[in-house]
T-cell receptor, first 112, second 113 residues
Framework: QKEVEQDPGPLSVPEGAIVSLNCTYS??????FMWYRQYSRKGPELLMY????GNKEDGRFTAQVDKSSKYISLFIRDSQPSDSATYLC????????????FGQGTELSVKP | EAQVTQNPRYLITVTGKKLTVTCSQN?????MSWYRQDPGLGLRQIYY???????DKGDVPEGYKVSRKEKRNFPLILESPSPNQTSLYFC????????????FGQGTRLTVV
């Protein structure tokens, strides 16, 4: 079983839809939770960063962490075609030697 | 502009021919690492470095070497490439451990035939 599980999709939605992306994990030592966005032929770029449990909002993006369920989510409101990309969840903890553990990534396509 | 620069972006080579992928960052970051990205497997760490002359293995280090002689540079060396090392490689840097924001390079697509 992988430490971090993420549905690879692909996920296709119409413009303006609310998108929900999710990851589950098994390591209870994870404390840092991130979402990266990766456009085709580009490197990942940090989108959202959350420490421990709770919600964080940044414009149209909301990240949620539920440590009791070992479940994290990224919500995208009013999705745009420019949001079409692969979204990677990533996690780390104090005992990870500074290493990020990534999910497989979810490919999202927002149709005009 | 703050960036991580990898070269080359694309490389096709033959089995057994030594190659080096360079990585350089201009943000004075202490922590650098190499990842490979494969379909269905996501990003997996190959090697990392917490500072100059300090390197350690990640999850998939077999067949790779690294060095960190200067803070800004972190080359990835494949002494004898094999077809199973065909992959998309990313270099990343962060101020102090990957718990903080990591900046990724543009990637190097390597094909070993």
């Amino acid at each position: 079983q992988k430490e971090v599980e993420q549905d690879p999709g692909p996920l296709s939605v119409p413009e303006g839809a609310i998108v929900s992306l999710n990851c589950t994990y098994s390591n209870s030592a994870f404390q840092y939770f991130m979402w990266y966005r990766q456009y085709s032929r580009k490197g990942p770029e940090l989108l959202m960063y959350t420490y421990s449990s709770g919600n964080k909002e940044d414009g149209r993006f909301t990240a949620q962490v539920d440590k009791s369920s070992k479940y994290i989510s990224l919500f995208i409101r009013d999705s745009q075609p420019s949001d079409s990309a692969t979204y990677l969840c990533a996690m780390s903890g104090y005992n990870q030697g500074g290493k990020l553990i990534f999910g497989q990534g979810t490919e999202l396509s927002v149709k005009p | 502009e703050a960036q991580v620069t990898q070269n080359p972006r694309y490389l096709i080579t033959v089995t057994g021919k030594k190659l080096t992928v360079t990585c350089s960052q201009n943000m004075n970051h202490e922590y650098m690492s190499w990842y490979r990205q494969d379909p269905g497997l996501g990003l997996r760490q190959i090697y990392y470095s917490m500072n100059v002359e300090v390197t350690d293995k990640g999850d998939v280090p077999e067949g790779y070497k690294v060095s960190r002689k200067e803070k800004r540079n972190f080359p990835l060396i494949l002494e004898s490439p094999s077809p199973n090392q065909t992959s998309l490689y990313f270099c990343a840097s962060s101020p102090a451990g990957m718990n903080t924001e990591a900046f990724f390079g543009q990637g190097t697509r390597l094909t070993v035939v």
